[in-house]
Antibody, heavy 123, light 107 residues
Framework: QVQLVQSGAEVKKPGASVKISCKAS????????MHWVRQAPGQGLEWMGI????????SYAQKFQGRVTMTRDTSTSTLYMELSSLRSEDTAVYFC????????????????WGQGTMVTVSS | EIVLTQSPGTLSLSPGERATLSCRAS???????LSWYQQKPGQAPRLLIY???NRATGIPDRFSGSGSGTDFALTIGRVEPEDFAVYYC????????FGGGTKVEIK
């Protein structure tokens, strides 16, 4: 079935970097834009950025510019998100999500989500 | 940047009651880009409504969406026990954004 499976939980110290993976299966990975969304404990959803199907083009939320890098490996159908200079406020669950177009491209949705990866930043 | 404001923050209801959740945008949003998601504790969000008023596959017809421009709403006709969750509206513009969420809890 169509699914996104993310890597496991991470614990990092302030100032370190973390790289999370998101492996796609059940569909043609290189046909879809992908996004990352995060959720701090007890908080709402926060959009982080998008990467195009080929991986050549990316766009990041201004808040994360300079600290986030999104990449993808079409040979393994895997998406990556690396966040650097971690601080305690980056403690959150990070989700990958597939962008899809419904009804002959009239509508835009996040239709498939990974299960989430908990990143804890603590000294 | 479009900001989405959801109200109320929390809605306390008994099963069988009707729920109306509001999502107000700081600028006009195309209905093409307005969707609603449901999230239960420890789970990823799930697509409920797309295009402001279209139910996603497998979503019961007690869920309905409406609105245009800057004002949108999600209605649950009669809340079932499995509907107690947090609901987020979302706009997919040049800078995608989610509303702050409305928690539907058991009264």
């Amino acid at each position: 079935q169509v699914q996104l499976v993310q890597s496991g939980a991470e614990v990092k110290k302030p100032g370190a970097s973390v790289k999370i993976s998101c492996k796609a299966s059940g569909y043609t990975f290189s046909d879809y834009y992908m996004h990352w969304v995060r959720q701090a404990p007890g908080q709402g959803l926060e959009w982080m950025g998008i990467i195009n199907p080929s991986g050549v083009s990316r766009s990041y939320a201004q808040k994360f510019q300079g600290r986030v890098t999104m990449t993808r490996d079409t040979s393994t159908s895997t998406l990556y998100m690396e966040l650097s200079s971690l601080r305690s406020e980056d403690t959150a669950v990070y989700f990958c999500a597939r962008l899809n177009y419904y009804d002959t491209s009239n509508y835009v949705v996040f239709d498939i989500w990974g299960q989430g990866t908990m990143v804890t930043v603590s000294s | 940047e479009i900001v989405l404001t959801q109200s109320p923050g929390t809605l306390s209801l008994s099963p069988g009651e009707r729920a109306t959740l509001s999502c107000r945008a700081s600028q006009s949003v195309s209905i093409r880009f307005l969707s609603w998601y449901q999230q239960k504790p420890g789970q990823a969000p799930r697509l409920l409504i797309y295009g402001a008023s279209n139910r996603a596959t497998g979503i019961p017809d007690r869920f309905s969406g409406s609105g245009s421009g800057t004002d949108f709403a999600l209605t649950i006709g009669r809340v079932e026990p499995e509907d107690f969750a947090v609901y987020y509206c979302h706009q997919y513009g040049s800078s995608p954004a989610f509303g702050g969420g409305t928690k539907v809890e058991i009264k």
